[in-house]
Structures are given as structure tokens and as C-alpha cells.
């Protein structure tokens, strides 16, 4: 970028060119949502004040944007924000990046309103606290406990709920736990909730490289078959370690029948699966 003068609806063309030869998925929204982010403005204004040039300091600033998301950083980690259940969410390098497939998680949380009234939710692996805030948000009288091995996702977690709770909302607790060791503490909840770290180990040179090389590993897998954390939340409840009335887990399309054998294994044989906007199986309700 050396001319003198760059106009917004310059930086989006030379972009979207430099994005498209670094092969990024969809140059053009990267681009955009990158300009938005720094003239905090929404996409739509960019067209309409497309040529309006920028300030130096701006050209600088969105030139390490875009260095940046060249070297494959995710756009939701330049930015600090990624979008779940109608609400902006921070996120940083600490947490995953929230994915479309989780809000059919919370949804079908939600249903359980007309049978189940100010429920005690426990959120298992919270990191940024999306599926706990959302569901402190829209589930009304809902008393949500988010546990995360991670004190940095905690952290953000913690920031959400202030960020997006509402009066009257009640504020989730947070506790930084690991779920392999023992349970200790309050252990009875109406309804568990959990995304746990689901990839297999041998899965994971074929993820993208946003993913691979920049979101945190011990969120992504359990460094075995992408079953030991479903085992250890069938086998708490089978011990009683911890109770529940609903239990809801959400997994990856190649693993409902093994989830389902092996819950089955601990006599949790009533289940229910749903499927996803791709129709693939993505969400496990059982009743314990």
C-alpha cells in the first residue's frame, strides 16, 4: 500500500486481491469485517462512505490486520469479537472461537422452559462462557455454574457476562475445575450441559490452519480418541459424583454411535439425537 491516498473502496479491492492469492476463505467479507472492525462503523457504511480516505494511523493499524489474517489468524481473534445466539461475544486466544453448530446446543436447552422453571445448570469446558451467558440471558431464573481447567478462559468468560447480562439476569458462577479429578462441592443440577475438546488426536493435521496453529489445542482435543471426556461425564453421573435430570452434550458427526454404545455402557439407554441445519447429528439429550 504505498499511493498517497487510500480510499476505502481502495483498501477492499487491494485486499480482497492480496487475501485471494494467500488463498483466505472468503477475501472480500475478511476484508470487510476488518475495515468495519477498524473504522468501527457496520459493513453496509463502508459502501456508503466508500471514498473516504484514511488517516495514516488507520492505514497502519489495518495493515497489520491484514498481515496478520494473511498468516491464517483467525478474523474473530483480530477483531476480539465473534457473533453467537444475537449477541457479540469477546474472544481471544485462550478460547475457541464460538461455531454456528453450538447454538443448536443452547436451543434445545431452551426447550426444556415449558417443563423445566428456573433450572440449576451446570456447564462443563465454558471457556468464553457462551453457552452459560446465552442461557443466563435467555433462559429466565436460569442459575448457571460455568467450570473451565483454564483460568485465562475463565477470565473471558467472566468479562461476557458483564458485557451482556442484563438486570435481572442471574450472573453465572465460574469455577476453575478439571473434571478428571474428583468432584468436590455442590453436585446436584436439573440439567448439565457440555462442548468438550471432541477431536481425535490423529484429526488434527487435517483441520485449517486457523484452527490448527491458533486456537488452543486442549480445547479442541483430548489427545486420544475425542471420547475421554463424554466417558468421564457418564461415568460421574453412573457414580452419582455428579446428578442430574438432563444431560446434554454436543459431539462431531462421526461419533453418535460411539457416545451412544457408550452410554449405554453405564445404562443411560433413553436418548435422543439432533441433527443439525447440514443434517448431521450434533446434539445428544439423555435423561440419566
Known amino acids: 500500500m504505498t499511493r498517497t491516498r487510500w480510499t476505502i473502496v481502495d483498501i477492499l479491492k487491494t485486499t480482497t486481491e492480496y487475501f485471494t492469492q494467500k488463498a483466505i476463505e472468503n477475501p472480500r467479507l475478511n476484508a470487510e469485517m476488518l475495515l468495519a472492525h477498524l ?26 490486520f491484514v498481515s496478520r489474517r494473511a498468516k ?40 426444556l422452559q415449558e417443563s423445566l422453571k428456573e433450572p440449576k445448570i451446570l456447564d462443563i469446558g465454558t471457556g468464553s462462557g457462551i453457552i452459560a451467558v446465552s442461557l443466563a440471558r435467555l433462559y429466565p431464573g436460569a442459575r448457571l455454574t460455568g467450570v473451565d481447567i483454564s483460568s485465562a478462559a ?51 493435521e487435517t483441520l485449517p490452519p486457523e484452527v490448527r496453529e491458533h486456537e488452543p489445542r486442549p480445547a479442541l482435543t ?52 439432533y441433527k443439525d441445519l447440514n443434517h448431521i447429528d450434533r446434539v445428544l439429550h439423555i435423561q440419566p
Open 39 to 64: 473504522l468501527d462503523m457496520r459493513r453496509v457504511q463502508l459502501y456508503l462512505e466508500y471514498d473516504r480516505p484514511l488517516a495514516d494511523e488507520e492505514l497502519n493499524r489495518y495493515r497489520d
Open 154 to 204: 475463565l477470565k473471558t468468560a467472566a468479562e461476557n457476562a458483564t458485557a451482556l447480562l442484563q438486570p435481572g439476569d442471574i450472573s453465572p458462577r465460574w469455577m476453575n475445575r478439571d473434571i478428571t479429578s474428583a468432584w468436590e462441592g455442590d453436585n446436584s443440577f436439573d440439567i448439565i450441559v457440555s462442548n468438550p475438546p471432541y477431536i481425535r488426536r490423529d484429526e488434527m
Open 72 to 111: 491464517n489468524e483467525p478474523l474473530q481473534y483480530i477483531t476480539g469479537t465473534a457473533a453467537f445466539m444475537g449477541m457479540d461475544f469477546k474472544v481471544t486466544p485462550h478460547v475457541l472461537i464460538p461455531r454456528p453448530e453450538t447454538e443448536l446446543l443452547v436451543e434445545k436447552v431452551l426447550a
Open 222 to 273: 483430548d489427545e486420544g480418541d475425542g471420547l475421554r471426556f463424554y466417558g468421564r461425564i457418564f461415568e460421574m453421573l453412573a457414580t452419582r459424583e455428579l446428578i442430574c435430570r438432563h444431560l446434554m452434550l454436543e459431539m462431531s458427526g462421526s461419533q453418535p454411535e460411539k457416545i451412544i454404545s457408550m452410554s449405554k455402557s453405564f445404562n443411560f439407554a433413553s436418548y435422543t439425537l
